[in-house]
């Protein structure tokens, strides 16, 4: 009998050969869709700023964020991030709080703008395909944006610092994502829109998800734009499919 594990492999390889479409779907279409427009603005958001934020704890916070991601959360020191910042370790106390505090502060903020960005987009007025089309997107501006905090959620999942009450779960968002997806799923099916059979409904919906936040993966060497369509002749329409 095969278990649930061993339908891992060979439903991920399925979405990226055959893709999830029921039939596939042009670029101009998904380009104009209401879930592809809400990405675009939520991303953009990401880009402002507090008018009151004080220079000198957006510099700290873009220096431990850089630490952390280089150096690992356990491996760093108040004092390696006062180092690089160049500010006395006394004064990054007094800016910053505790080591566990200032992960918390960064991760926050990194979670807020990713579960803020999925939720439009699963929102939306737009067929579930389109919708999937647009997480990728999101995806993909998350790996390229927030690199550094990618590798602490991914460092976190591996070996977690101490337990604090101001601990944050890097992976709190996960759950939420997962029941979109397999609503998506399901909604996709329902409208002959999705095709993406085998193997109980939660497994292939982790694996869809795993996908979409695969799809940022070759965005350091192709691009945002060349990562969104690489996702979309695999993901979306299979690799097998390409002339």
């Known amino acids: 009998l095969t278990t649930r594990g061993e339908l891992v492999p060979e439903l991920r390889i399925k979405i990226l050969l055959h893709g999830i479409a029921q039939r596939s779907p042009e670029d101009s279409a998904l380009d104009r869709s209401k879930a592809l427009r809400t990405a675009r603005r939520a991303v953009e958001s990401w880009d402002e700023k507090m008018d009151d934020a004080d220079e000198r704890l957006t510099h700290l916070f873009a220096v431990a964020r850089a630490e952390f991601g280089r150096r690992g959360y356990e ?10 910042a160049g500010m006395s370790t006394g004064t990054v106390y007094r800016l910053l709080g505790s080591k566990d505090q200032l992960l918390f502060d960064i991760m926050s903020s990194y979670s807020q703008k990713v579960v803020a960005a999925w939720d439009a987009v699963v929102r939306s007025d737009s067929p579930p395909l389109a919708k999937i089309d647009a997480l990728t997107w999101v995806a993909i501006n998350v790996v390229d944006r927030f690199s550094n905090e990618v590798r602490i959620s991914l460092a976190w999942m591996r070996q977690s610092p101490p337990s604090t009450p101001t601990s944050p779960s890097l992976g709190a ?12 799923m399901a909604a996709g099916a329902k409208t002959r829109e999705i095709l993406f059979e085998g193997g109980p409904a939660d497994i ?4 869809l998800l795993e996908a979409i936040w695969g799809a940022g993966s070759p965005v350091t060497t192709a691009g945002i734009r060349g990562a969104h369509a690489l996702a979309r002749e695999t993901v979306l329409r299979g690799a097998a499919t390409l002339d």
């Not at 491996?75 to 690089?84: E, F, K, L």
């Not at 292939?204 to 694996?207: E, K, Q, T």
Request: include cysteine.
């Open 204 to 207: 292939r919906a982790r694996c």
């Open 173 to 184: 968002f996960l759950p939420a994502q997962l029941r979109h997806v397999r609503a998506l």
């Open 75 to 84: 491996s760093t020191t108040m004092r390696d991030i006062a180092a690089s």
